[in-house]
């Protein structure tokens, strides 16, 4: 770090900004390691001070089981960043929320959805944009796309993909049944300007249209909102699809524009990513049907219990999870299959 720090002393060093700014993210994470790894000597020192302590008398036994606890959190909240090490891992993260089948019952379960991972990053101190978003007829949300900016957003929601499942005796129905709901959510690395994405700008189409919803009478008199589609064809397959991102975020179309770019470059990366990782198995499962049987977590409001199926991570805390409080089920997913990516 103060080999790298050193570099920043040169008199021209300011000049070029986007380098410049560069060397600061890379002498911060650099930095980061470094805190994370003395919190945890100091944790272990104080844990081992109070072992010696409590058999003089000096400390009580829960004073040594506290120590304990923030030692052995100290150390797995390290193990949690060393499973994101991978270039991808630093980015920000696009989450897209769609509702399945079920109607007014699904779209208010995409809706809680989104309510859930808003808090979760507003608890990490992200930056959050709403870039699109599709309101259901009565209640709830048909879809949203999200923006999350900020160091390893990605690399902690990557493990949020695939269909979440609500149980729960619903407000909709009027016999007072329960049932039973599904969602996908699928995350994208948010790349930057380091990243280099390639592009066709022969491939790219716009249309423009008013946008919908709350937002006064400027919203929906001028053509803010953005329809970007790309014709992309997959360089290894050589299958073609056409990607279809809308951007209504700003009223600012050519802000819009930008923004479309910019999830666009994301989802080409994300795609090249998966290619090169070799994980078109786990691809395809995440195109499964919204439905029974390919949902990675389901949340059982009546038994108060909220479980993912791939870890078996569990918890009764139903209110606390859906305030924002995933970040249990995301440190096991790290844990269990950080490594092997």
């Known amino acids: 770090m103060e080999e790298e720090e050193l570099r920043t002393h040169v008199p021209d060093f300011w000049e070029d900004r986007e380098k410049a700014e560069a060397q600061m993210k890379k002498i911060k994470e650099l930095r980061s390691w470094i805190d994370g790894y003395k919190n945890v000597e100091n944790a272990v020192e104080e844990l081992h001070l109070a072992y010696e302590y409590v058999k003089e008398g000096i400390v009580t036994e829960e004073e040594v089981d506290t120590a304990y606890r923030k030692a052995h959190e100290a150390v797995e909240e390290l193990e949690m960043r060393n499973m994101l090490r991978r270039e991808e891992d630093r980015l920000g993260a696009v989450i897209k929320i769609n509702s399945g089948a079920g109607g007014t019952e699904s779209q208010d379960w995409a809706e809680m959805l989104m309510r859930m991972y808003m808090r979760w990053c507003e608890a990490k101190g992200y930056k959050l944009g709403v870039e699109h978003i599709i309101y259901g ?66 491939a790219i189409s716009w249309d423009t249209f008013r946008s919908g919803g709350a937002g006064g009478q400027n919203v929906n008199k001028v053509e803010s909102g953005v329809r970007l589609r790309y014709k992309f064809k997959d360089p290894y397959t050589g299958e073609e699809e056409e990607i279809l991102i809308e951007n209504t975020e700003t009223r600012d179309q050519p802000k ?31 195109k499964k049907k919204i439905e029974w049987g390919s949902q990675i977590r389901s949340y059982v409001f009546d038994d108060r219990r909220v479980k993912d199926h791939r ?21 096991a997913y790290l844990m269990e299959f950080g490594g092997k990516e």
């Open 311 to 331: 870890t078996g991570c569990q918890t009764s805390d139903v209110q606390g999870v859906m305030d924002g409080g995933i970040d249990p089920f995301i440190k």
């Open 256 to 286: 819009n524009r930008e923004n479309a770019m910019r999830q666009l470059r994301s989802i080409l990366y994300d795609k090249e990513l998966k290619h090169r990782m070799e994980e078109q198995a786990k691809v395809e499962a995440g």
């Open 137 to 202: 007829e009565e209640a709830g949300i048909k879809s949203v796309t999200l923006q999350v900016e900020g160091d390893l957003a990605y690399g902690y929601l990557k493990g949020e993909n695939g269909v979440h499942r609500l149980v729960r005796v619903s407000p909709y129905n009027a016999q007072g049944k329960r049932m039973t709901s599904f969602a996908s959510v699928f995350v994208t690395p948010l790349v930057d300007d380091t990243i280099e994405v390639k592009v066709d700008p022969a």
